[in-house]
């Protein structure tokens, strides 16, 4: 697995990709942050990250499928994925070996985001005015949703050995998990089955964690999700001998 994880973490860093994400992802948060009025921390008048938290998800739906969108389908269409499949490794192997590589590039470009914490913490009146803890509550919620794209993404890689359409199933089946369930429900329904639809989507889950509720419940809803990602990836690799 570790062998697969260097190889593909190296393949990441040797091509434009990883730059590329890391650099629009900061450029997108950062405009947001600091030069659009609607969201400018400096006229926001309060020291806060909210506008890094909000609009994350929403630029992580485009950014981690174009950073999985490769990760079988490239394989597949350069006819690779046979010889991987040779070498001396489990199936596990190589779906744990690129997810991390994947998910690790999603915490680099995450990683030069805490310039703005410190900026903002410099900017708070007085200095250090800023609700730490619920920030970096935040940020566990947002490496989490990360890491449960990434799964979703590489899921939908296998499913063809076509990128572009890795990438747009992995942008559609983000969203549906993301905010497709909360959009079934009727605004002040408070219905068993409202409660479960929500329940079922991400955005209930990563609201609760941004609120500093960091449960077990939450923990067990991502990695579940996660889990079932990968297990969908395997049984997908795995038809290839039926």
């Known amino acids: 697995m570790f062998a697969i994880f260097k190889k593909e973490l190296r393949s990441f860093l040797s091509s434009l990709i990883a730059y590329m ?18 969201y400018n921390v400096l006229d926001y008048g309060f020291a806060d ?38 070498k001396p490794v489990s199936d596990w192997d190589i779906i744990l070996g690129k997810y991390l590589s994947a998910f690790v590039l999603v915490v680099f470009a995450l990683l030069p985001t805490l310039f703005y914490y410190y900026a903002v913490y410099q900017l708070g009146n007085p200095v250090g005015n800023i609700d730490s803890a619920g920030t970096f509550a935040s940020y566990i919620g947002l490496v989490l949703l990360g890491a449960v794209f990434t799964a979703v993404g590489m899921f939908a890689s296998s499913l063809t050995e076509n990128q572009i359409v890795a990438f747009i199933l992995a942008l559609f089946f983000c969203f549906v998990l993301y905010q497709g369930f909360s959009s079934l429900v009727t605004p002040n329904d408070s219905s068993p089955l409202t409660y479960w639809l929500l329940q079922l989507g991400i955005d209930y889950h990563y609201a609760s964690v941004r609120r500093g509720l960091i449960d077990s419940r939450n923990l067990v809803y991502f990695f579940s999700v996660i889990a079932l990602m990968l297990m969908s990836t395997k049984l997908v690799l795995g038809s290839r001998k039926w």
């Open 49 to 86: 990250m909210e506008t890094l938290f909000m609009l994350g998800p929403y630029i992580f739906l485009f950014l981690i499928p174009a950073i999985t969108m490769r990760t079988f389908a490239e394989e597949k269409k350069a006819g690779t994925i046979e010889f991987l499949f040779t």
């Open 21 to 38: 994400v890391i650099v629009v992802f900061l450029t997108g948060i950062g405009t947001f942050m600091w030069v659009f009025p609607a």
